[in-house]
Each structure stands twice: as structure tokens, then as C-alpha cells.
């Protein structure tokens, strides 16, 4: 079906998003023996809309790599620290993690931007503007080197 939906992405036309809801509806009403297995598949029926929404807008990824290649530095290291010991902690720690991850990105340091708020002294760009211009340049769903 992946395959389908990378055809139908490539090329989009009536036929091609015909046949990927054929195959999604087919897997979707398969009987199975196996309880997870079922609820699984019932639970894919519930979200079908937002699964094939690619159907109606071609330029739709198809995964959301980015978004796991974004939390997977945050999960190793809370697998490792095991975790904050209040909801201060944690909440401090995802900022940060988000500030750092938010720097890197846009490929500005970390520390400078942690001097810059401390000292006060505004040489260093606001990432919410930096984020605002991004998001106006690209389009939804895309990402550039950053």
C-alpha cells in the first residue's frame, strides 16, 4: 500500500487514489483471530480520514521522520537520566531541550543564545521571528536544510 501511495504522490490521478482506497479499505476489514490485531485495525478504521488525507493533498508527506528525528535525542537522554523528579524538572528540562534543539536547527549556538537572554544585550535574533519567517517561506509539510 506504501508503494501505491508513493505512485499516487509521484503522479496523482482518480485511478491511483482509487486503488490506494481499495487496498486501505481491504486491510482495514480483514478478520483476524488475534485481539490486538483487531483493535489495531479498528483503530485504523477510526482515523482513515486523517490517514489518507494525502488523497486530497498530494504534497502531504507520507511519514513524519522529521518529526521523530526531532525527539529522538530528548528519548535517549530521559531513558538514561531516568527522568526529572518533579514537574519543575521536566518542564525546565524539555525547554531547554527545545530551545537547543530550535538553535541547532536554524544552525545558531546554543550558548549564545542562553548569553544573550541572560545579559540581555539583544545581538542575538529572536527565534520566534526566525521561526515566523520560516514558516511563511515553506510550505506546509516541507523543511529546508534547517
Not at 61 to 67: D, I, M, Q, V, Y
Not at 113 to 129: H, I, K, M, N, W
Request: glycine share 6%; charged share 25%; proline share 4%.
Amino acid at each position: 500500500m506504501y508503494d501505491d501511495l508513493k505512485a499516487f504522490k509521484a503522479e496523482p490521478d482518480e485511478e491511483k487514489a482509487l486503488k490506494v482506497w481499495l487496498g486501505f479499505h481491504a486491510l482495514i476489514q480483514t478478520q483476524t483471530y488475534c485481539e490486538p490485531l483487531q483493535d489495531a485495525l479498528s483503530g485504523l478504521a477510526l482515523i482513515e480520514e486523517e490517514l489518507l488525507l494525502v488523497l486530497k493533498d498530494p504534497s502531504l508527506p507520507l511519514h513524519n521522520n522529521l518529526s521523530e528525528s526531532q525527539i529522538r535525542e530528548y528519548v535517549k537522554r530521559r531513558k538514561v537520566s531516568g527522568g526529572t523528579k518533579s514537574e519543575a524538572g521536566r518542564q525546565c528540562r524539555d525547554t531547554f531541550a527545545s530551545l537547543k534543539k530550535t538553535c541547532r536547527l536554524y544552525g545558531l549556538s546554543f550558548w549564545d543564545y542562553l548569553t544573550d537572554r541572560l545579559t540581555s544585550s539583544g545581538s542575538f535574533p529572536r527565534l520566534s521571528g526566525l521561526i515566523e519567517k520560516a514558516s511563511r517561506i515553506l510550505p506546509c509539510g516541507l523543511c529546508s536544510s534547517y
